[in-house]
């Protein structure tokens, strides 16, 4: 499995049941950054259900080993399109 892989909900719901933990190192912020939104795009994230996109954001916890608060911000601008951007434009 690689960063930015196109997975199902069932293929993310079974690698956090079975990865108790994982652990990712960063060069920087920005390569941190990249991966996120890497696994975002793969995902189509925004045009995603809720649950998906809660599935997508653990998936991101736990392979970044960002806090639950840390994975929100970063997601939150590819999960909502602002009004005047068409869906589904970002991811």
Known sequence: M????KLTPQQI????????????????KAELYNRVQQVLVAQE????SKG???R???YVEK?????VAQ??????PWSCPTPD???GERC
């Open 2 to 5: 690689q960063i930015g892989e």
């Open 45 to 48: 994230c925004a045009g995603q």
């Open 13 to 28: 719901s079974e690698f956090l049941k079975r990865i108790e933990e994982i652990s990712f190192t960063a060069g920087s």
């Open 56 to 58: 997508i954001r653990a």
């Open 71 to 76: 994975s929100a911000r970063l997601i939150r």
């Open 85 to 87: 951007e068409p869906e």
């Open 63 to 67: 392979v970044t080993s960002l806090s």
């Open 52 to 54: 998906d996109r809660g």
